[in-house]
């Protein structure tokens, strides 16, 4: 299962020469990201209060053309891996047909204390939501 959001480049999030700033799509990824977990079938908060929490492991992003202010981005994402303890998902920056940038992140599944999680074991439920939507 995967899932596109679309994004219009905001003025803040340009540099002087009208392009988007390369911090902005970790931003983007996120917004992406949860919003796949909602089609999914929940929400991040629903998964928070469950006690589970997915911190940031690693991020990737490979540049292939630049943004520009108001060009508007499809976000492009798919969970690509998955274990009992971290999730990766992998991202397509495109406007349009044109390439923009992708990337990667991977995610730990711990508990609010920092903690592994083994969400197989203790959320089923919630493990067989993420393999469903396993790409």
């Given at each position: 299962?995967?899932?596109?959001?679309?994004?219009?480049?905001?003025?803040?999030?340009?540099?002087?020469?009208?392009?988007?700033?390369h911090?902005?799509y970790?931003?983007?990824?996120?917004?992406?990201?949860?919003?796949?977990?909602?089609?999914a079938?929940?929400?991040?908060?629903?998964?928070e209060?469950?006690g589970?929490?997915?911190?940031?492991?690693?991020?990737?992003?490979?540049?292939?053309k630049a943004?520009?202010?108001?060009?508007?981005?499809?976000i492009?994402?798919?969970?690509?891996?998955?274990?009992?303890?971290?999730?990766?998902?992998?991202?397509?920056?495109?406007?349009?047909?044109?390439?923009?940038?992708?990337?990667?992140?991977?995610?730990?599944?711990?508990?609010?204390?920092?903690?592994?999680?083994?969400?197989?074991?203790?959320?089923?439920?919630?493990y067989?939501?993420?393999?469903?939507?396993?790409?």
């Amino acid at each position: 299962m995967g899932h596109i959001s679309t994004i219009e480049v905001r003025y803040a999030e340009t540099d002087q020469m009208g392009i988007a700033h390369h911090s902005n799509y970790a931003v983007w990824f996120e917004v992406a990201r949860t919003d796949f977990i909602k089609a999914a079938g929940i929400s991040y908060t629903d998964v928070e209060k469950e006690g589970i929490i997915t911190p940031l492991t690693s991020l990737e992003c490979k540049y292939k053309k630049a943004a520009f202010y108001e060009d508007q981005l499809q976000i492009h994402v798919n969970l690509t891996k998955l274990s009992p303890v971290r999730l990766e998902f992998s991202y397509k920056v495109t406007r349009g047909d044109d390439l923009i940038a992708t990337g990667k992140t991977t995610h730990g599944m711990v508990t609010k204390d920092l903690k592994p999680i083994n969400v197989k074991k203790e959320h089923p439920e919630i493990y067989r939501m993420f393999e469903n939507a396993l790409d």
